[in-house]
Protein backbone atom coordinates (compact mmCIF):
# COMPACT_ATOMS: atom_id res chain seq x y z
CA UNK A 1 0.00 0.00 0.00
CA UNK A 2 1.04 3.77 -1.04
CA UNK A 3 1.74 6.10 1.76
CA UNK A 4 0.85 9.46 0.65
CA UNK A 5 2.13 11.42 3.30
CA UNK A 6 5.51 9.75 2.82
CA UNK A 7 4.85 10.39 -0.93
CA UNK A 8 3.93 14.25 0.48
CA UNK A 9 7.13 14.59 2.49
CA UNK A 10 10.40 13.28 -0.54
CA UNK A 11 8.70 15.39 -2.48
CA UNK A 12 9.07 18.59 -0.25
CA UNK A 13 12.20 16.99 0.98
CA UNK A 14 13.20 18.10 -3.36
CA UNK A 15 11.15 21.14 -2.70
CA UNK A 16 13.31 22.88 -0.45
CA UNK A 17 16.29 21.93 -1.90
CA UNK A 18 15.42 23.88 -5.06
CA UNK A 19 14.18 26.64 -2.23
CA UNK A 20 17.73 26.53 -0.23
CA UNK A 21 19.66 26.58 -3.56
CA UNK A 22 17.98 30.26 -4.49
CA UNK A 23 18.25 31.59 -1.06
CA UNK A 24 22.38 30.47 -1.22
CA UNK A 25 22.41 31.94 -4.97
CA UNK A 26 20.63 35.40 -3.41
CA UNK A 27 23.39 35.69 -0.69
CA UNK A 28 26.13 36.59 -3.96
CA UNK A 29 24.25 39.67 -4.79
CA UNK A 30 23.04 42.56 -3.03
CA UNK A 31 20.00 42.18 -0.72
CA UNK A 32 16.92 44.49 -0.89
CA UNK A 33 15.61 45.21 2.49
CA UNK A 34 12.21 46.16 3.28
CA UNK A 35 10.15 46.02 6.30
CA UNK A 36 7.00 44.95 7.44
CA UNK A 37 5.40 45.84 11.11
CA UNK A 38 7.89 47.55 12.32
CA UNK A 39 12.31 48.50 11.65
CA UNK A 40 13.10 45.51 12.85
CA UNK A 41 10.73 43.31 10.98
CA UNK A 42 12.61 42.48 7.95
CA UNK A 43 11.43 41.22 4.36
CA UNK A 44 13.30 40.65 1.52
CA UNK A 45 12.18 39.88 -2.38
CA UNK A 46 13.77 36.07 -1.56
CA UNK A 47 11.96 35.31 0.77
CA UNK A 48 8.65 36.01 -1.45
CA UNK A 49 10.10 34.28 -4.08
CA UNK A 50 10.97 31.60 -1.94
CA UNK A 51 7.46 31.33 -0.97
CA UNK A 52 6.29 31.83 -4.24
CA UNK A 53 8.08 29.07 -5.61
CA UNK A 54 7.64 26.34 -3.00
CA UNK A 55 3.68 26.70 -2.50
CA UNK A 56 3.31 27.02 -6.44
CA UNK A 57 5.21 23.65 -6.95
CA UNK A 58 3.55 22.24 -4.21
CA UNK A 59 0.12 23.28 -5.47
CA UNK A 60 0.83 22.03 -8.80
CA UNK A 61 0.87 18.67 -7.71
CA UNK A 62 -1.24 18.73 -4.73
CA UNK A 63 -4.29 21.16 -5.68
CA UNK A 64 -6.34 20.37 -3.01
CA UNK A 65 -3.78 21.16 0.04
CA UNK A 66 -4.39 24.06 2.23
CA UNK A 67 -1.24 26.40 2.87
CA UNK A 68 -0.32 28.76 6.02
CA UNK A 69 2.70 30.89 3.99
CA UNK A 70 4.66 33.80 6.22
CA UNK A 71 4.24 36.04 3.50
CA UNK A 72 1.20 34.97 2.43
CA UNK A 73 -0.53 35.61 5.41
CA UNK A 74 2.17 39.08 5.85
CA UNK A 75 -0.12 39.94 2.10
CA UNK A 76 -3.35 39.40 3.94
CA UNK A 77 -3.84 35.70 3.67
CA UNK A 78 -5.33 33.75 6.74
CA UNK A 79 -3.55 31.56 9.15
CA UNK A 80 -6.49 28.98 10.87
CA UNK A 81 -5.82 25.85 10.32
CA UNK A 82 -8.45 23.24 9.42
CA UNK A 83 -8.51 19.40 9.43
CA UNK A 84 -7.63 19.62 5.62
CA UNK A 85 -3.78 18.70 4.88
CA UNK A 86 -1.76 22.05 5.00
CA UNK A 87 1.36 23.16 4.45
CA UNK A 88 2.99 25.44 6.54
CA UNK A 89 5.56 27.01 5.33
CA UNK A 90 8.78 29.81 6.47
CA UNK A 91 10.96 30.12 3.63
CA UNK A 92 13.43 31.93 5.24
CA UNK A 93 13.14 31.40 9.35
CA UNK A 94 16.06 33.85 9.94
CA UNK A 95 15.19 36.67 7.63
CA UNK A 96 17.70 39.27 9.98
CA UNK A 97 20.31 36.69 9.65
CA UNK A 98 20.11 36.13 5.95
CA UNK A 99 20.02 39.63 5.13
CA UNK A 100 23.43 40.33 7.46
CA UNK A 101 24.79 36.98 6.05
CA UNK A 102 25.16 35.23 9.60
CA UNK A 103 24.83 31.64 8.53
CA UNK A 104 21.73 30.24 10.58
CA UNK A 105 18.80 31.04 7.83
CA UNK A 106 16.51 27.82 7.34
CA UNK A 107 13.58 26.66 4.94
CA UNK A 108 11.18 25.33 7.43
CA UNK A 109 8.00 23.38 6.65
CA UNK A 110 5.72 21.66 8.53
CA UNK A 111 2.41 19.23 7.12
CA UNK A 112 -0.40 18.63 9.13
CA UNK A 113 -3.71 16.58 8.81
CA UNK A 114 -6.33 16.73 10.86
CA UNK A 115 -4.37 19.51 12.94
CA UNK A 116 -1.67 17.34 14.21
CA UNK A 117 1.86 17.72 12.72
CA UNK A 118 2.55 14.57 10.06
CA UNK A 119 5.97 15.67 9.20
CA UNK A 120 8.68 18.44 9.26
CA UNK A 121 11.46 19.83 7.40
CA UNK A 122 13.95 22.57 8.26
CA UNK A 123 16.90 22.99 5.72
CA UNK A 124 19.21 24.71 7.58
CA UNK A 125 20.84 25.87 3.81
CA UNK A 126 23.81 28.23 4.27
CA UNK A 127 25.50 24.73 6.90
CA UNK A 128 23.65 22.46 3.95
CA UNK A 129 22.07 20.43 6.71
CA UNK A 130 18.17 18.95 5.86
CA UNK A 131 16.66 17.65 9.38
CA UNK A 132 13.27 15.37 8.33
CA UNK A 133 11.12 13.95 10.85
CA UNK A 134 8.02 11.92 10.45
CA UNK A 135 5.50 10.83 12.75
CA UNK A 136 6.59 7.58 14.56
CA UNK A 137 9.76 7.19 11.82
CA UNK A 138 12.29 9.16 14.02
CA UNK A 139 14.57 12.58 13.38
CA UNK A 140 17.66 12.42 10.82
CA UNK A 141 19.90 15.20 9.60
CA UNK A 142 21.39 14.78 6.25
CA UNK A 143 19.98 11.09 6.79
CA UNK A 144 21.38 10.11 9.75
CA UNK A 145 19.35 9.40 12.81
CA UNK A 146 19.40 12.64 15.28
CA UNK A 147 18.33 12.52 19.02
CA UNK A 148 18.28 14.51 21.80
CA UNK A 149 21.08 15.07 25.05
CA UNK A 150 18.85 13.35 27.76
CA UNK A 151 20.25 16.28 30.08
CA UNK A 152 18.07 16.23 33.36
CA UNK A 153 19.86 19.02 34.95
CA UNK A 154 19.38 22.30 34.05
CA UNK A 155 22.52 23.40 35.72
CA UNK A 156 24.09 21.66 33.38
CA UNK A 157 22.25 22.64 29.88
CA UNK A 158 22.98 25.49 27.71
CA UNK A 159 19.76 26.99 26.40
CA UNK A 160 18.57 28.74 23.58
CA UNK A 161 16.20 31.97 22.73
CA UNK A 162 15.94 35.00 20.68
CA UNK A 163 16.38 38.90 22.12
CA UNK A 164 15.15 41.70 20.17
CA UNK A 165 13.83 45.01 20.45
CA UNK A 166 9.85 45.20 21.82
CA UNK A 167 8.03 48.01 21.38
CA UNK A 168 5.90 47.36 24.52
CA UNK A 169 8.45 48.60 27.59
CA UNK A 170 7.00 45.83 30.10
CA UNK A 171 6.71 43.02 27.71
CA UNK A 172 11.16 44.01 26.63
CA UNK A 173 11.46 44.17 30.43
CA UNK A 174 9.61 41.02 31.14
CA UNK A 175 11.77 39.72 28.06
CA UNK A 176 15.38 40.80 30.05
CA UNK A 177 14.20 39.41 33.02
CA UNK A 178 13.76 35.91 31.94
CA UNK A 179 16.98 35.49 30.50
CA UNK A 180 18.32 36.89 33.71
CA UNK A 181 15.86 33.96 35.60
CA UNK A 182 17.55 31.29 33.61
CA UNK A 183 21.09 32.35 33.82
CA UNK A 184 20.86 32.70 37.34
CA UNK A 185 19.61 29.09 38.19
CA UNK A 186 22.76 29.22 36.57
CA UNK A 187 22.67 27.03 33.61
CA UNK A 188 26.18 26.60 31.25
CA UNK A 189 24.89 29.80 29.35
CA UNK A 190 22.29 31.33 27.04
CA UNK A 191 22.63 31.49 22.73
CA UNK A 192 20.89 33.08 20.57
CA UNK A 193 21.54 32.00 16.74
CA UNK A 194 18.12 33.82 15.11
CA UNK A 195 15.97 30.79 13.93
CA UNK A 196 13.53 29.55 15.75
CA UNK A 197 13.81 26.16 13.09
CA UNK A 198 17.33 25.89 14.16
CA UNK A 199 17.03 26.54 17.45
CA UNK A 200 14.57 23.65 17.72
CA UNK A 201 16.78 21.42 15.49
CA UNK A 202 20.14 21.81 17.37
CA UNK A 203 17.87 20.97 20.75
CA UNK A 204 16.87 17.54 18.59
CA UNK A 205 20.10 16.60 17.63
CA UNK A 206 21.90 17.31 21.37
CA UNK A 207 23.48 20.20 20.39
CA UNK A 208 21.74 22.18 23.18
CA UNK A 209 19.46 21.25 25.94
CA UNK A 210 16.29 23.51 25.91
CA UNK A 211 14.87 26.30 23.61
CA UNK A 212 11.65 28.61 24.66
CA UNK A 213 10.50 32.05 23.13
CA UNK A 214 7.30 33.77 23.38
CA UNK A 215 6.31 35.95 20.09
CA UNK A 216 6.59 33.31 16.96
CA UNK A 217 4.39 32.00 14.50
CA UNK A 218 2.91 28.75 13.65
CA UNK A 219 5.39 28.77 10.52
CA UNK A 220 8.30 29.20 12.53
CA UNK A 221 7.69 25.95 15.06
CA UNK A 222 5.90 23.19 13.02
CA UNK A 223 8.90 22.32 10.70
CA UNK A 224 11.00 21.89 13.76
CA UNK A 225 8.35 20.55 16.60
CA UNK A 226 8.01 17.07 13.88
CA UNK A 227 12.17 17.26 14.28
CA UNK A 228 12.08 17.49 18.29
CA UNK A 229 9.50 15.37 19.03
CA UNK A 230 11.12 12.27 16.69
CA UNK A 231 14.28 13.16 18.45
CA UNK A 232 12.78 11.74 21.89
CA UNK A 233 12.57 15.63 22.69
CA UNK A 234 10.06 17.50 25.01
CA UNK A 235 7.92 20.35 23.71
CA UNK A 236 5.32 22.69 25.62
CA UNK A 237 3.71 25.72 26.41
CA UNK A 238 5.09 28.35 28.35
CA UNK A 239 3.27 28.09 30.98
CA UNK A 240 3.67 24.02 31.37
CA UNK A 241 0.67 22.98 29.66
CA UNK A 242 0.44 20.81 25.84
CA UNK A 243 2.21 22.44 23.48
CA UNK A 244 -0.22 24.34 20.95
CA UNK A 245 0.82 25.00 17.35
CA UNK A 246 -1.39 28.17 17.00
CA UNK A 247 -0.15 29.75 20.28
CA UNK A 248 3.13 31.94 19.13
CA UNK A 249 5.05 30.46 22.30
CA UNK A 250 6.12 27.64 23.45
CA UNK A 251 9.40 25.36 25.65
CA UNK A 252 11.72 22.92 24.32
CA UNK A 253 14.62 20.85 26.15
CA UNK A 254 15.90 17.66 26.01
CA UNK A 255 13.80 15.92 28.80
CA UNK A 256 10.67 17.17 30.98
CA UNK A 257 12.55 18.16 34.19
CA UNK A 258 14.30 20.91 32.20
CA UNK A 259 11.24 22.01 30.44
CA UNK A 260 9.38 22.38 33.62
CA UNK A 261 11.92 24.08 35.62
CA UNK A 262 12.18 26.71 32.33
CA UNK A 263 8.04 27.45 32.39
CA UNK A 264 8.99 27.45 36.43
CA UNK A 265 11.56 30.57 35.81
CA UNK A 266 9.91 32.76 33.29
CA UNK A 267 7.36 35.20 33.18
CA UNK A 268 4.41 35.09 30.91
CA UNK A 269 3.65 38.09 28.91
CA UNK A 270 0.77 38.37 25.95
CA UNK A 271 1.66 37.62 21.93
CA UNK A 272 -1.65 36.88 20.62
CA UNK A 273 -2.25 33.94 18.83
CA UNK A 274 -2.13 33.09 14.66
CA UNK A 275 -5.73 31.66 14.22
CA UNK A 276 -7.18 34.70 15.60
CA UNK A 277 -7.35 38.60 15.89
CA UNK A 278 -6.19 38.54 19.32
Aim: net charge negative; hydrophobic share 40%.
Amino acid sequence: MSDPWQECMDYCIEVTKRAGKMICEALQKDIAVMHKSSAVDLVTETDQKVEQLIISSIREKYPTHSFIGEESVAAGAPSALSDNPTWIIDPIDGTTNFVHRFPFVSVSIGFTVKKEIEFGIVYSCIEDKMYTARKGKGAFCNGVPIKVSGQEDISKSLVLTEMGFKKDAEQFQTMMANIRNILSIPVHGIRSPGSAAVNMCLVACGSADAYYHMGIHCWDMAGGAAVVREAGGVIMDISGGPFDLMSRRLIVASSRMIAERIAKEITEFHVGRDDTDD
